[in-house]
């Protein structure tokens, strides 16, 4: 089993940065392909960025891809996404979630393949 816990989400202006953090428990954390998916109000759950079990090859939804940085440390179970320029479109609620080993990397922006959720932190760019 793996618990997620996220924070790092709060009230941003425009323009401004933002880093969330998503803490791994559990033994088979460092094993998991970690995900960041964001839903607004109103709006289907989206693929933001993921990152593989290593930290060595990265994943981002074409629109996150210039602003957005997904990073890993596993000796603190830690998997980090960096927010720059926010827009008042990236307002959401973001989640972690994670999936174990096998798993298809042509596949991590899908949802359905994570195993584990955690409870997302919401993000709002408001002026």
């Known amino acids: 089993q793996v618990q997620l816990v996220e924070s790092g989400g709060e009230s941003v202006q425009p323009g401004g940065s933002l880093r969330l953090s998503c803490v791994g428990n559990?033994?088979?954390?460092?094993?998991?392909?970690v995900g960041w998916f964001r839903q607004a109000p109103g709006k289907e759950r989206e693929f933001v960025a993921a990152?593989?079990?290593?930290?060595?090859?990265?994943y981002y939804a074409d629109p996150m891809k210039s602003r957005f940085t997904i990073s890993r440390d596993n000796a603190k179970k830690t998997v980090n996404l960096q927010m720059d320029r926010l827009e008042h479109e990236d307002t959401a609620v973001y989640s972690c979630?994670?999936?174990?080993?096998?798993?298809?990397?042509?596949?991590?922006?899908?949802?359905?393949?994570?195993?584990?959720w955690g409870q997302g932190t919401q993000v709002t760019v408001s002026s």
């Open positions: 979630a994670a999936v174990r080993v096998p798993y298809s990397e042509a596949r991590l922006g899908i949802a359905s393949e994570y195993d584990y």
């Open positions: 559990g033994r088979s954390f460092n094993d998991c392909a």
């Open positions: 990152i593989s079990w290593s930290g060595q090859t990265t």
